[in-house]
């Protein structure tokens, strides 16, 4: 405990304000210690206190000039965490909560997912505190070409392969790519994500969602259960939502709700899929469009949610599948979501529920899948997608999807046999944490003091 406690106090004076990289890394290494305890050479090698330090960090300025001709500057940032495993690997995001903190909590967490898939990548993760909405499509593109004007002298397909994230889709990587293109002279993998024009996998766009649903199918098959018939809770209305509610219906579960940052639609019947990509995917608005075509469903706006938690969390619902963004389910939302009878809870999103929902899931003992283990299909499928670009060759639809399930079947494996290893076989948090930490600690110690 002390060894964790001041890992923790040293980061706060090393890295100061950074607090969701330090509830990253706290929730990571609690669960290490039953191995910690075990395996002395972790300590002998400090894998911790390597670990918790990124092998490199870049911050950048990023200027580019708006419609009406005026100068804007943002802050750019690639950390490029850990490259025992491989290439570092990981999204960029933008958004304007974006900061060194958030940024390395992500790219830490990326570590473990990535390792977990059981494919040749590292971690790291990058971004900018850019806010795309409301943007015209040239004020992207020019942001994104100042953004690669930096960022392209540290990236490469066999070095660090960035993807998409929140605020970062086709769109922004084709104009990253075609940058890097024109710097570098190179046509190479060093983005995924990419369009299917031009060197993008099938299955990539829906691969974070369907995954995350493949995962809580694997939870309930391990006790007999299956998600036909579910009533579900979705939040979010991005990317990883979207294809969450695809493969939701697709196995015959009914999605009721998502939500976006103005408020949680929540639609009974269920929501319906084509109008969300309309709205979601074509036209760039708000959720409560929505009501426009189905007055049937309830909009309830950000302003009307409990002062202890997110709207989504307090309807009732079998499953739940945070998919938006980091601490959106509160430990007040975790107790409703357990007394109204939710059996299990898998995570699109990058640590979407605080450390205390974590713990009521936990102690509640219905199955919770961790964000690093359930939302692993996308960088999975981003490997695919590298794998393709480096032997010239592209994959059928069912063949990724084949290939996607299989990856996710055995993240669920190797996270509850390592948890009943250690004694918890429910605690797939203590497991995949555990799974991935081992894979890239051994690396480490193989590969010297580096
Ligand atoms: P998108 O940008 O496509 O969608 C994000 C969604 O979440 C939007 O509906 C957005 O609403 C909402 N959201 C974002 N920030 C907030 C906030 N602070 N409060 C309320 N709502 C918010 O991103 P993705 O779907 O790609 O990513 C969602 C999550 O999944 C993130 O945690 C990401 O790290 C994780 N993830 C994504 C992967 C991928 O392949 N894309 C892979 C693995 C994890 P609005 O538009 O109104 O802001």
Known sequence: MTYIHDTIVRLQKTSPAQAEF??????????LQPILETSEQYKRHAIIERMVEPE???????PWVD?????QVNKGYRIEFNSALGPYKGGLRFHPSVNAGIIKFLGFEQIFKNALTGLPIGGGKGGANFDPKGKSDGEIMRFCQSFINELYRHIGPTTDVPAGDIGVGAREIGYMFGQ???????????????????????????????????????MLESKGD??????????GAGNVAI????????????PVTCSDSSGTLYHEAGINLDTLKQLKEVRKVRLNEYLVVHPDAKFIPVEDYPADGNAVWRISGQLAFPCATQNELSEADAKTLVANGCIAVSEGANMPSTQDAVEVFLDARIHYGPGKAANAGGVATSQLEMAQNASMQRWSFEEVDEKLKVIMKNIFLSASSTAAEFGEPHNLVLGA?????????????EQGVV
Do not use: H, P
């Open 226 to 235: 299956t998600l036909a018939g579910k009533t579900c809770l979705v939040s």
């Open 67 to 71: 419609d009406q001709g005026n100068v």
């Open 243 to 254: 294809y969450t509610i695809e493969k939701l219906y697709q196995l015959g579960a009914r």
């Open 56 to 62: 490199r960090q870049i911050m950048f300025r990023v």
């Open 22 to 31: 330090y509830q990253a890394v706290e929730e990571v290494l609690d669960s």
């Open 433 to 445: 944490n555990i799974a991935g930490f081992r894979k890239v600690a051994d690396a480490m110690i």
């Open 180 to 218: 890097y293109k024109r710097l570098t002279g190179n046509y190479d993998g060093v983005f995924t994500g990419k369009s299917l024009l031009w060197g993008g996998s099938l299955v990539r766009k829906e691969a974070t969602g369907y995954g995350c649903v493949y995962f809580a199918e694997y």
